[in-house]
């Protein structure tokens, strides 16, 4: 059965960093586009940042633009975003996603765009 976990979540401080990962188990996820989308409380699920199944290109919302990077190993299976410069409104739980799509060099934005998704990791910035 094809799964994303993710880890790495926890609790920091304004202007620290964290770093998540999102494993795939079950099947290999290498050849599609992946996302990061994070939800906070009262809030809808909104769009982090994304990657290409090759890696050569990422996106990022413009909250987070210059401060988180999203990248990925095949030889792992694995997709990280590292977040610097951590602020108070980048509290959520983040949510790893999959599309289920071979090889596609498209951007996805959206929720409904993505196919595989994990169970999320808490991500808490103190003031």
């Known amino acids: 059965q094809a799964q994303l976990v993710e880890s790495g979540g926890g609790l920091v401080q304004t202007g620290g960093s964290l770093r998540l990962s999102c494993v795939a188990s079950?099947?290999?996820?290498?050849?599609?586009?992946m996302g990061w989308f994070r939800q906070a409380p009262g809030k809808e699920r909104e769009f982090v940042a994304g990657?290409?199944?090759?890696?050569?290109?990422?996106y990022y919302a413009d909250s987070v633009k210059g401060r988180f990077t999203i990248s990925r190993e095949h030889a792992k299976n694995t997709v990280c975003l590292q977040m610097n410069s951590l602020k108070a409104e980048d509290t959520a739980v983040y949510y790893c996603?999959?599309?289920?799509?071979?090889?596609?060099?498209?951007?996805?934005?959206?929720?409904?765009?993505?196919?595989?998704w994990g169970q999320g990791t808490q991500v808490t910035v103190s003031s």
């Open positions: 990657i290409s199944w090759s890696g050569g290109s990422t």
């Open positions: 079950g099947r290999t996820f290498n050849n599609y586009a």
């Open positions: 996603a999959a599309r289920a799509e071979h090889y596609s060099s498209s951007l996805y934005y959206t929720e409904n765009q993505y196919d595989y």
